[in-house]
């Protein structure tokens, strides 16, 4: 087997994993495509090292984190882009406490329909709000690491998980309610 | 907000956030990347980073840049330790006649340089780059503060 070869089955081993690091930090399908070549090509540069390692998908993510953070700081205002949180009326609401969708509706959607709505109401949150909360609960970072990554304060990354995670939850089971 | 009622959303969206599998990658990604690679490795290794030129090719042109630095470094060193600065000067200011009276100011500066040197001690010399250096790292220091604070407020 060549280099090209054993590099082309790296490439289709972590392909996924990449792309979809990517995809849930920009919600472009277009721009996590190119991050995720990006990857790739120094991932290649780097392929004697990465191709017995055994953190090999841990390099790929975290690279694949880091062009996906830069590229959002670098071509989209980062102004807006830290500052596109709703507000209003939708904070002083009350909501129920229950935010997975009742256990019947667990038998009536396939696990794959659920997935596919979750992804959907995920890339659907405003950018402010879903890139610390795919770092935090996908990534497992910690909030002082957000709070680096994103050079915010600690507070703001921590209310804006919370609002992520309350529009999460509205999305959801607006969404499932809909399929109800 | 409850803090009851936070510690149950954060469990329930870890669930469902965990419970995604990967996406699909787009099925030409992969042959955009194999692409690129063959595109690469089809140009000339002089025409690519100098990282990944090969070993013996390295090796070379390390070798010629530590000459060349170390002959800028001998040959500012000679200069330096020359009986007379205007001496050199003069010599050099023959070869460039038109730069003589350039490269005369600049003798004098150096010679001033020189007999400072000599006369004020190596305490005091060393003192001053020291203020020297702690003045540029405060400089450095105040406008990196100020870039970031800038920035923060933006």
């Given amino acids: 087997m060549t280099d090209a070869q054993q590099f082309e089955a790296f490439l289709h081993n972590y392909q996924n994993m990449v792309f979809s690091t990517a995809m849930r930090l920009l919600a472009n399908q277009a721009e996590a495509e190119d991050v995720s070549q990006e990857v790739f090509l120094r991932a290649y540069e780097r392929f004697g090292e990465l191709r017995e390692s055994p953190t090999a998908g841990g390099w790929l993510k975290t690279v694949a984190t880091n062009l996906s953070l830069n590229h959002l700081s670098r071509y989209r205002s980062r102004w807006s882009f830290f500052s596109d949180m709703s507000r209003g009326t939708e904070e002083d609401e009350e909501y129920e406490m229950e935010f997975a969708a009742p256990d019947d509706t667990h038998e009536v959607i396939a696990a794959a329909d659920r997935r596919e709505i979750v992804e959907r109401a995920l890339q659907s949150l405003p950018g402010a709000q879903r890139v610390p909360l795919v770092l935090y609960h996908l990534e497992g970072l910690q909030y002082d690491e957000i709070a680096e990554k994103l050079g915010v304060s600690m507070g703001k990354v921590k209310t804006d998980i919370f609002r992520g995670r309350e529009a999460l939850r509205r999305k959801l089971r607006l969404k499932l309610e809909e399929l109800n | ?154």
């Fill in chain 2, 1 to 154: 907000m409850n803090h009851e009622h936070e510690k149950q959303l954060e469990a329930s969206v870890q669930r469902e956030l965990q419970a995604l599998g990967d996406l699909q990658a787009p099925r030409g990604l992969s042959a955009r990347v194999m692409g690129i690679i063959e595109q690469r490795a089809a140009v000339p290794w002089y025409r690519r980073a100098w990282q990944t030129w090969p070993m013996g090719w390295q090796a070379a042109s390390l070798t010629v840049l530590l000459t060349m630095f170390g002959g800028l470094c001998f040959g500012v060193l000679e200069l330096s330790q020359a009986a007379s600065v205007s001496a050199t000067g003069q010599q050099v200011s023959g070869w460039f006649a038109g730069l003589g009276v350039l490269w005369k100011t600049v003798g004098v500066v150096l010679d001033a340089i020189t007999m400072a040197i000599q006369h004020l001690g190596m305490g005091v010399i060393v003192g001053f780059v020291l203020v020297v250096a702690v003045g540029y790292a405060a400089c450095f220091g105040l406008g990196t503060a100020y870039v970031r604070f800038a920035m923060a407020r933006r």
